[in-house]
């Protein structure tokens, strides 16, 4: 016990010169409209984007922003994800959603797999969105590691209501001979492949009852579900209570370098350390991710309160510019649809953005069309100053 709390202390002494360099990084691809962007040249004017859910801190900004929590009150290290602020982040993350326990994962792919695999059982089927992230990004993982066969529902809608999951299940029912069990239906809220569209309570509550007349599990994929909640006005706990397991991302919105918590009953919850070690997660420290979201986590409802506000009046003042057109998404979030006339030149504005304002813009589909994304960038910056920017800037990029 003594060696292990001096290879701790020393941990602590250490500090940040223990940092891995595996910071979040702003892909040019992104809104690289030209060959090469200057970097930005004002430190102390942060920059903005409407491409993110979050910051998207730069490697030195994050190195500072941790020397700042540091400084405020030195960073306990965990170990091996054991103790110190990975194990306080664990706390808030179970009272935040009402579950007994929650843990940290590195990978949101992990947390999502792993809660279907417990939950799941020996039944072999589990209900998911065609469009969600667990059937179309995890690469299969459900199938080949874990023997679970993904039945998706919703094909070519935002989200599946409770007509289309018993649809499917009557299918199944009716067409297969030799039957296998289905033991969870996954929900994902708000929808990424939907742009930021958020599945209604009433729709949750109607799969969620269902699920339990007919004791079927429910998993949801919450990775942004912070941002469902400011936009929907439905608090976490209450999105929470209709399922068993509930995993939120950290580092989309709360700045970390990656990781995910996974919450629910200590049942649960209890078995997942020992299937993070099978598949090979378990890492040495994890504090330099966790120590960054426990710092966004205090404040984030206030900051996005701010932000539903700032969205409200931006997307309304910048409709008033002649050419700009931003469209709301139904039961949409934070991200909004943007068209701009065939007089602006899109690239000289995100340019001239980007340059003159730091200002980051994406760029726009084929058919013409950016995503436009609020997050808590906006408040780094006064309202006004924003709007005087891109109005400067619909002026540069109006072709004469």
Same mark, same amino acid.
Request: hydrophobic share 40%.
């Given at each position: 016990?003594?060696?292990?709390?001096?290879?701790?202390a020393f941990?602590a002494?250490?500090?940040?010169?223990?940092?891995?360099?595996v910071?979040p990084?702003?892909?040019k691809? #992104?809104?690289?409209?030209?060959d090469?962007?200057?970097?930005?040249?004002?430190?102390?004017?942060?920059?903005?984007?409407?491409?993110?859910?979050?910051?998207?801190?730069?490697?030195?900004?994050?190195?500072?922003?941790?020397?700042?929590?540091?400084?405020?009150?030195?960073?306990?290290?965990?170990?091996?994800?054991?103790?110190?602020v =990975?194990? !306080?982040?664990?706390?808030?993350f #179970?009272?935040l959603?009402?579950?007994?326990?929650?843990?940290?994962?590195?990978?949101?792919t992990?947390?999502?797999?792993?809660?279907l695999k417990?939950?799941?059982?020996?039944?072999?089927?589990?209900?998911?969105?065609?469009?969600?992230h667990?059937?179309?990004?995890?690469?299969?993982?459900?199938?080949?590691?874990?023997?679970? %066969?993904?039945?998706?529902?919703?094909?070519?809608?935002?989200?599946?209501n409770?007509?289309?999951? /018993? /649809?499917?299940i009557?299918?199944?029912?009716?067409?297969e001979?030799? +039957?296998?069990?289905?033991?969870?239906?996954?929900?994902?809220?708000?929808? %990424?492949?939907?742009?930021g569209a958020?599945?209604?309570?009433?729709?949750?509550?109607?799969?969620?009852?269902?699920?339990?007349?007919?004791?079927y599990?429910?998993?949801?994929?919450?990775?942004?579900?912070?941002?469902?909640s400011?936009?929907?006005?439905?608090?976490i706990?209450e999105?929470?209570?209709?399922?068993d397991t509930?995993?939120?991302?950290?580092y989309?919105? !709360?700045n970390?370098?990656?990781?995910?918590? !996974?919450?629910?009953?200590?049942?649960?919850?209890?078995?997942?350390?020992?299937?993070?070690?099978?598949?090979?997660?378990t890492?040495?420290?994890?504090?330099?991710?966790?120590?960054m979201a426990?710092h966004?986590?205090?404040?984030?409802?206030?900051?996005? +309160?701010?932000?539903?506000?700032?969205?409200?009046?931006?997307v309304?003042?910048?409709?008033?510019?002649?050419?700009? =057109?931003?469209?709301?998404?139904?039961?949409?979030?934070?991200?909004?649809?943007? +068209?701009?006339?065939?007089d602006?030149?899109l690239?000289?504005?995100?340019?001239?953005?980007?340059?003159e304002?730091?200002?980051?813009?994406?760029?726009? =589909? +084929?058919?013409?069309i950016?995503?436009?994304?609020?997050?808590?960038?906006?408040? =780094?910056?006064?309202?006004p100053?924003?709007?005087?920017?891109?109005?400067?800037?619909?002026?540069?990029?109006?072709?004469?």
């Amino acid at each position: 016990m003594k060696e292990k709390n001096n290879r701790r202390a020393f941990m602590a002494q250490l500090g940040l010169s223990t940092i891995p360099f595996v910071f979040p990084k702003i892909e040019k691809n #992104a809104i690289a409209f030209e060959d090469e962007l200057p970097a930005n040249g004002t430190e102390a004017q942060s920059m903005i984007n409407f491409i993110y859910d979050g910051l998207e801190l730069s490697p030195d900004a994050y190195l500072q922003k941790l020397k700042e929590i540091s400084g405020s009150q030195p960073i306990q290290p965990d170990f091996y994800g054991s103790g110190g602020v =990975t194990k !306080l982040l664990e706390e808030k993350f #179970a009272k935040l959603t009402g579950k007994e326990k929650a843990i940290y994962l590195p990978t949101g792919t992990m947390a999502n797999q792993l809660a279907l695999k417990l939950l799941n059982q020996h039944n072999t089927k589990v209900i998911v969105p065609e469009n969600s992230h667990v059937y179309r990004d995890e690469a299969d993982a459900a199938q080949s590691v874990h023997g679970k %066969r993904l039945i998706p529902v919703g094909i070519g809608k935002p989200y599946y209501n409770l007509a289309d999951m /018993e /649809e499917a299940i009557r299918y199944l029912d009716e067409n297969e001979v030799f +039957k296998s069990g289905l033991g969870t239906v996954l929900i994902e809220s708000p929808v %990424r492949r939907a742009n930021g569209a958020f599945v209604p309570m009433e729709t949750v509550r109607e799969i969620s009852k269902y699920c339990k007349e007919h004791h079927y599990k429910m998993h949801l994929d919450g990775a942004r579900i912070h941002i469902a909640s400011a936009f929907s006005g439905v608090s976490i706990s209450e999105y929470a209570s209709y399922f068993d397991t509930v995993y939120i991302s950290l580092y989309k919105y !709360l700045n970390a370098g990656g990781g995910a918590m !996974l919450c629910g009953d200590a049942e649960i919850i209890d078995q997942v350390g020992h299937q993070i070690k099978i598949f090979g997660g378990t890492v040495y420290q994890s504090w330099f991710n966790t120590a960054m979201a426990n710092h966004y986590l205090d404040g984030i409802d206030d900051r996005w +309160k701010q932000v539903v506000g700032i969205s409200k009046s931006m997307v309304a003042d910048l409709n008033q510019i002649k050419g700009v =057109t931003l469209t709301a998404i139904p039961n949409g979030s934070n991200i909004f649809l943007m +068209k701009l006339s065939n007089d602006i030149d899109l690239k000289k504005l995100a340019n001239y953005l980007y340059k003159e304002h730091q200002i980051m813009l994406g760029r726009a =589909t +084929k058919e013409g069309i950016v995503k436009f994304a609020f997050n808590d960038s906006l408040l =780094t910056r006064a309202y006004p100053q924003v709007i005087e920017a891109w109005k400067k800037g619909i002026e540069q990029a109006r072709n004469s």
